[in-house]
């Protein structure tokens, strides 16, 4: 999936946003611990759409560093360098994977937790 292909769609009452349609994924909410973060790591077989849902989530994309607000859109590409963290207690990122999901398939390259 590619970024142009969220879809928001308009109604009377409102309206909607789409991020996938038919197909593969999977869906996770992440919970953060203050100033913890994920490995920065990569995978081969998945693309992920990071939304954070509260304040305080920070997301390295590439070496990028992106400051966030709650329902941010941060695409994170196949292959792509990326990891997340929290500034503030128990920060929640929702994460939507596309393509095929495989704990295995993570590449790690730093890691707080002694596990590269």
């Keep these: 999936m590619a970024e142009s292909e969220t879809l928001h769609v308009e109604r009377p009452w409102g309206g909607f946003r789409r ?16 100033n913890q973060s ?11 759409l990071f939304i954070p849902l509260d304040k305080g989530i920070v997301v390295e994309r590439d070496g990028e560093i992106i400051e966030t607000k709650p329902y941010d859109e941060i695409y994170i590409p196949a ?21 095929e999901f ?15």
């Design 102 to 116: 495989d704990e295995d398939d993570i590449v790690r390259y730093e890691d707080m937790y002694g596990r590269v």
């Design 38 to 48: 994920c490995s920065l790591q990569s995978h081969k077989n998945r693309s992920e």
């Design 79 to 99: 292959g792509s360098k990326h990891s997340f963290s929290s500034r503030l207690k128990d920060a929640r990122i929702l994460e939507i994977c596309f393509g």
């Design 19 to 34: 991020f996938i349609l038919n197909k593969k994924c999977t869906v996770k909410i992440h919970t953060v611990k203050e």
